[in-house]
């Protein structure tokens, strides 16, 4: 039985962040998510952080009006995200756990113990149109919490197997695999759609492309970085090739 096709999200912050610490306007993350269109990506994530330390309103705008992809907006669950979402009106909304003076998103978001608060939040969001997604780690309880929230998506921080798998750490990596594994298997019985993102490489991907109830995959960084000695086409093909090979 052919298994669902699986998705490619292509995350261009970084782009933004090169951009950033020369000042001035380029390289442009719109060229770069046109590039990744043509390269075999399904959709744009752009995160816009309470700090602008990478991507900046206006290239939500410029994305917004610029591209035909999907673009899956990241935010804060803060009032100042959702006025800009509200006015953008994106195909996703990903929630993430934000922290100024960390480097990149270090864990999931506390849903469990923030439910409440965020069914009132993303309210006003599914009824602009926006598809909602929760960044959670693989604990149990978050699962259970987004489906109170009433979110159809989840996307799951894979980062520490990643980093475990770099480190040539293997047997911690076999035994955080497994969890996430039975996290993924448990939000799609549950009716949850499955994305996975976070640090995911050449090296890491197949296990995640390879499960029928992962439907998306969301990757950035690296991609950024291998642009650096391969071009930013090529990388993004490579990824492309590696995901097909471990979904079929």
């Keep these: 039985m052919t298994k669902p096709p699986l998705r490619l999200g292509v995350n261009i912050d970084h782009v933004a962040t090169l951009r950033n610490a020369r000042g001035g306007d380029y390289p442009d993350p719109l060229r770069a998510a046109l590039m990744a269109e043509a390269a075999g990506a399904?959709?744009?994530t752009a995160h816009l952080r309470e700090d602008r330390r990478?991507?900046?309103d206006d290239d939500i705008a410029r994305l917004m009006e610029g591209i035909a992809l999907p673009?899956?907006?990241?935010?804060?669950?803060?009032?100042?995200?959702?006025?800009?979402?509200?006015?953008?009106?994106?195909?996703?909304v990903c929630l993430v756990p934000e922290r100024r003076e960390e480097r990149t998103t270090e864990g999931g978001l506390d849903v469990a113990g923030d439910a409440n608060r965020l069914r009132e939040f993303c309210a006003p969001l599914v009824d602009a149109g926006c598809r909602i997604?929760?960044?959670?780690?693989?604990?149990?309880?978050?699962?259970?919490?987004?489906?109170?929230?009433?979110?159809?998506?989840?996307?799951?921080?894979?980062?520490h197997y990643c980093d475990l798998v770099a480190e040539g750490r293997h047997?911690?990596?076999a035994r955080e695999l497994a969890q996430l594994e039975r996290a993924i298997r448990d939000a799609h019985g549950a009716g949850i759609e499955v994305h996975c993102g976070h640090g995911i490489s050449y090296d890491t991907v197949a296990p995640f492309a390879a499960m029928e109830e992962v439907r998306e995959l969301n990757i950035g960084h690296f991609l950024i970085c291998e642009a650096v000695f391969t071009g930013l086409g090529p990388a993004i093909a490579e990824m492309r090739r590696l995901m097909d090979d471990a979904r079929g």
């Excluded at 997604?133 to 980062?159: C, K, N, T, W, Y």
């Design 71 to 92: 673009l899956n907006f990241e935010m804060a669950a803060t009032a100042e995200m959702q006025q800009i979402a509200l006015l953008h009106r994106p195909h996703a």
């Design 54 to 56: 990478h991507i900046r």
């Design 42 to 44: 399904d959709g744009i």
């Design 171 to 173: 047997d911690e990596a």
């Design 133 to 159: 997604s929760l960044f959670i780690g693989h604990d149990a309880r978050q699962i259970e919490a987004a489906l109170r929230v009433g979110a159809p998506v989840v996307e799951f921080h894979v980062g």
